[in-house]
């Protein structure tokens, strides 16, 4: 979707480096919601943001909404073969019913051992 | 997993045939979504459902209709299939509590 942009589009990273994931909007985010999918697989939901300046952590995974709530990072720490996928990030940018929710084109993540 | 499965998983049909999707839901969740996912395009709303018999339109709802008579199930039909319609179909639920989506594993359909 133009409404949400992710960068980069594509990443290849050799295995232990830190990696960062960019979701930008033009719109508020009422809730922004991070998913890895592998190829051909379903979304796993990996976590969602709903305050300005809010941080989540899910074991080498940390997602940050900016204050403004208008972009999204998703930072990986000492990326491994296991982190490979796409990364998507979808967000409700029409109200905050949670319903319209909007994804980026996602980030296709590739981790060289 | 949240208690999502698909039905079926896998399917090709001809153009001009109706065809239904099914997705169930185990654990009582009030609201549930049909995606359809395509190169280029990504994820995008088709319909979503707020309740028993109380559905709503999303981004791309043309040549599509759903129905849920009960909780449990979420049904996305075409009446009428194109081959435009050949995607990958995902359902998801939103939990109540923290509004978490969960997607189910998806259904890979092609329209010959």
Redesign the interface.
């Known amino acids: 979707s133009q409404e949400l942009e992710q960068s980069p589009q594509s990443l290849i990273v050799q295995e232990g480096k830190n990696l960062t994931i960019n979701c930008t909007s033009s719109k508020t985010l009422y809730g922004l919601y991070w998913y890895k999918q592998k190829y051909g697989e379903g979304l796993i939901f990996l976590m969602m943001l709903q305050k300005g300046g809010e941080e989540k952590s899910h074991e080498k995974i940390t997602a940050k909404l900016d204050e403004k709530k208008q972009q999204s990072s998703l930072h990986i720490t000492a990326s491994q073969p296991s982190h490979a996928g796409i990364y998507l990030c979808g967000a409700d940018i029409v109200n905050n019913a949670g319903n319209m929710l909007t994804f980026g084109g996602g980030t296709r993540l590739m981790v060289k051992p | 997993d949240a208690g999502i499965t698909q039905s079926p998983r896998h399917k090709v049909t001809e153009t001009g045939t109706p065809v239904t999707l099914r997705c169930h839901q185990t654990e009582n969740h009030r609201?549930m979504?049909w995606y359809r996912q395509d190169p280029g395009h990504?994820?995008?709303?088709i319909h979503?459902s707020?309740g028993v018999k109380d559905t709503?339109k999303?981004?791309v709802s043309d040549g599509y209709s759903v129905s849920r008579s009960k909780t449990e199930d979420f049904l996305l039909t075409l009446e009428s299939a194109t081959s435009s319609q050949t995607s990958v179909y995902?359902c998801a639920i939103?939990e109540r509590r923290?509004?978490?989506?969960?997607?189910?594993?998806?259904t890979r359909l092609t329209v010959l």
Not at chain 2, 42 to 45: A, D, I, Q, S, V
Not at chain 2, 98 to 106: A, D, H, K, R
Request: hydrophobic content about 25%.
């Open positions: 609201y979504y990504g994820l995008r709303l979503y707020y709503d999303g981004e995902f939103r923290y509004n978490e989506q969960f997607f189910g594993p998806g």
